[in-house]
């Protein structure tokens, strides 16, 4: 699906002694102590600052380049020392709290073992992390029916190299908000489409619909039309190969996630996707 990433390839032999560290107990974004407000209290959703979103782009960075470990050979010594060195860059950047504890499940597993579910949940990521990536002026978003270039992508934002990681941290500079209101609604717009596809599979006019929805008029440049649907490569969303929309409807629902995150904030894997 994506290609074999090796950013990574020190000429020091494998420490087979070597300790993974331990996991860190992370509590959720906003959670109050036992002082604080109570459970029921009502919190409205708040964008992240820059340095959270630059924090939890570099941790998303980690983590996919981990699942793509696992498209190559767990013999080369090479593999071993990607996987200790990745562990060694989240803690000399110091973003460990920001990591999830599935993230750090899928982190922590030695080479060729990480399980199937968990390697393609966390590599599909990637497609989160492009839009962060965007958010932070590091990427240009990639076409909506393509899947981002993982290598580009994570070396943009510093991977593996901890002082570029680092410089990116302590002066993190998002798009303005009235942007990134922009991609919410194209991607949300991009994801309503391919998901209704999935449950009604006709044509529509995705034109009209970009003027006229539910969740207010859209730009609809980024998209392809034919005969005013959207087309996924060369053709029409209702004449394209089922897998070309299966992977650009797993793609949006990544993608609109990571925006939504970028308006709502909370915990990433939490956020609402619904269309």
Same mark, same amino acid.
């Given at each position: 699906m994506w290609p074999t990433t090796k950013v990574i390839g020190p000429d020091d032999d494998f420490d087979a002694d070597a300790v993974l560290p331990e996991m860190p107990s992370v509590q959720p974004l906003g959670e109050e102590d036992a002082n604080g407000p109570d459970d029921d209290a009502h919190v409205e959703p708040a964008p992240p600052p820059p340095e959270r979103v630059a924090r939890r782009a570099l941790a998303l960075a980690a983590v996919t380049s981990r699942a793509l470990l696992e498209q190559d050979d767990p013999n080369e010594s090479w593999v071993a020392d990607y996987h200790r060195d990745t562990l060694a860059w989240?803690? +000399?950047? =110091?973003?460990?709290?920001?990591? +999830?504890?599935? +993230?750090?499940?899928?982190? !922590? @597993?030695?080479? =060729? $073992?990480?399980? +199937? @579910?968990? !390697?393609?949940?966390? $590599?599909w990521r990637l497609e989160g992390l492009v839009v962060l990536a965007w958010a932070l002026r590091r990427f240009d978003m990639p076409p909506y029916d393509e899947l981002v270039n993982p290598q580009e992508l994570i070396r943009s934002l510093g991977f593996p190299d901890a002082a570029e990681a680092r410089e990116l941290l302590q002066a993190p500079t998002l798009r303005a908000s009235d942007e990134v209101e922009v991609m919410r609604k194209q991607l949300l717009g991009l994801h309503w489409r391919v998901r209704n596809f999935g449950l009604r599979p006709r044509a529509m006019d995705f034109l009209a619909f970009s003027k006229n929805c539910w969740f207010g008029q859209f730009d609809i440049t980024p998209f392809r039309l034919i005969g005013n649907d959207l087309a996924l490569g060369p053709d029409a969303i209702s004449d394209a190969p089922e897998e070309l929309v299966e992977l650009v409807s797993s793609c949006a629902m990544e993608r609109h996630q990571a925006i939504n995150w970028l308006v709502e904030g909370g915990i990433y894997s939490e956020t609402d996707t619904s269309t």
């Open positions: 989240i803690d +000399e950047i =110091g973003i460990a709290d920001e990591l +999830e504890p599935d +993230e750090w499940k899928v982190l !922590q @597993r030695p080479a =060729g $073992t990480l399980d +199937e @579910r968990a !390697q393609i949940n966390a $590599t």
